[in-house]
């Protein structure tokens, strides 16, 4: 089995579609990055009501995040086909589930804050900030969902610099707005958490409308405008929901994992959440390539097979795994070198920090593991259309194993930090073996 294609052209094509998106994610960490050592000042608690109600945020984004690689899927096979017409259709389907779920989040929101936050903490005062929090952010659920779900359209069509542009826009706008409201800057009130949230919801406007503009004023691959929008969309349906339903089901209920884990961190206490929060950042920081491999590789492997070359693509396949545990190994070691720096940057409790040192280390062993199996989870496999393995195996692995698991560990054997995180993150593990194995069958490449 050779693990590395011979094909400059391929690896020119990766550079095309994985650079811009790793860029995007590196400025997106930044963004992260900066929020957190500006809330740092304002100590644990305020910290902790932001990443906590960014943990219920981010249940929403990976629903968009679901239905985008969903329709990404289907974009980039007919992008390959040269089928123009269903292209638009694919997206006019996404645009329209997109809006129901951003307006059930939206007046879930509005209705229940203080019970929201109250699933994740029962810390009296992380809630209170964490309220005022959620209450600005609704308007986010449109323009970050929209802009979301349309830079994964834009990816798989070969068009990453225009979310990487608008991300670049928001980074700056974002972190200038949170420096004003955060602490009061240039005659501005002094709002603390909420001035995050204002910060952030400023720079998902501008985000919102350079995408969108683009979009539809100055895109001519999927070609889609304003008026497109009330296209009939009936006969894509049936498609639409056998490849891309499973999409939005597993990250969904990976959005819905990921905060029951941050449900697991909230009881621990909030030097627990304050020291994940941390070690979040620097993940993202150091598996930003990653991101960008694993969303190139489901474009590329659906172009391929658009073109009908299926032998192709599972030597693309292969070639895409094996640079995942290559670059895994790379973020482990970027991890250990970076973590006593960036640690030393917050204004937290020396147990925090101690604490924080540990959570690091045990994420040094999981992203080499993690590294493979986002590349084949949300890249290869999904770009070949497997989506119905991957939605069984994501649900299994999560729900049966890392989270019974996780939470005996901290709740009721009361491991220390390194192994809470390492139960917590068992399906890393799991789903890596059985990925690899499904890729060397084969059987992930389906028909669409």
Not at 135 to 140: D, G, M
């Amino acid at each position: 089995m050779q693990l590395f294609i011979r094909d400059k052209q391929f690896y020119k094509k990766l550079v095309i579609f994985a650079l811009p998106i790793s860029l995007q994610s590196f400025i997106t960490v930044g963004v992260n990055m900066a929020d957190n050592v500006m809330l740092g000042q304002l100590g644990e608690a305020g910290m902790s009501a932001a990443t906590l109600a960014n943990n219920f945020i981010s249940i929403y984004q990976c629903m968009c995040m679901g239905l985008g690689m969903g329709a990404s899927v289907l974009v980039s096979r007919f992008f390959g086909m040269k089928n123009q017409t269903n292209m638009k259709k694919a997206v006019n389907i996404m645009f329209r589930m997109e809006f129901i779920i951003a307006t059930l989040f939206a007046l879930f929101t509005a209705i229940l804050p203080a019970q929201i936050m109250g699933i994740f903490t029962t810390d009296s005062q992380v809630i209170a900030d964490g309220v005022g929090y959620l209450l600005i952010s609704i308007p986010c659920y449109y323009l970050n969902g929209y802009a979301l779900t349309t830079s994964l359209m834009l990816r798989c069509v070969g068009k990453a610099n225009v979310p990487l542009v608008s991300s670049i826009c928001s980074f700056f706008i974002n972190i200038f707005f949170n420096w004003v409201f955060i602490f009061g800057n240039l005659g501005a009130p002094e709002m603390g958490v909420n001035g995050a949230a204002l910060g952030t919801l400023i720079a998902r406007v501008v985000e919102f409308s350079v995408t969108m503009g683009f979009l539809f004023f100055k895109d001519q691959h999927i070609h889609i405008r304003p008026k497109d929008l009330f296209m009939k969309v009936g006969d894509l349906v049936p498609e639409y929901i056998r490849i891309s339903i499973p999409v939005l089901i597993s990250d969904t209920l990976q959005g819905f994992g990921n905060s029951a884990v941050a449900v697991v961190m909230g009881h621990i206490g909030k030097a627990f959440v304050a020291a994940n929060a941390i070690t979040v950042v620097v993940v993202q920081l150091s598996t930003v390539i990653i991101q960008g491999i694993s969303q190139a590789s489901c474009a590329i492997t659906g172009i391929t097979l658009g073109e009908g070359d299926i032998e192709k693509a599972q030597k693309q396949g292969i070639t895409f795994a094996t640079l995942g545990f290559v670059i895994g190994g790379v973020a482990c070691a970027i991890i250990l070198a970076l973590k006593g720096p960036i640690i030393s940057y917050y204004k937290i409790a020396p147990e925090t920090k101690t604490l924080a040192n540990s959570l690091m280390e045990a994420v040094a062993i999981v992203i080499w593991f993690q590294a493979a199996n986002s590349i084949l989870t949300k890249g290869t496999l999904r770009g070949g259309g497997d989506t119905k393995f991957l939605m069984v195996f994501d649900i299994l692995f999560l729900w049966v194993v890392s989270i019974p698991l996780g939470a005996l560990a901290a709740l009721v054997w009361h491991w220390d930090g390194f192994w809470i995180f390492i139960a917590l993150k068992a399906d890393q593990f799991l789903k890596c073996i059985v990925c690899v194995f499904r890729l060397k069958s084969g059987k992930w490449i389906k028909k669409i």
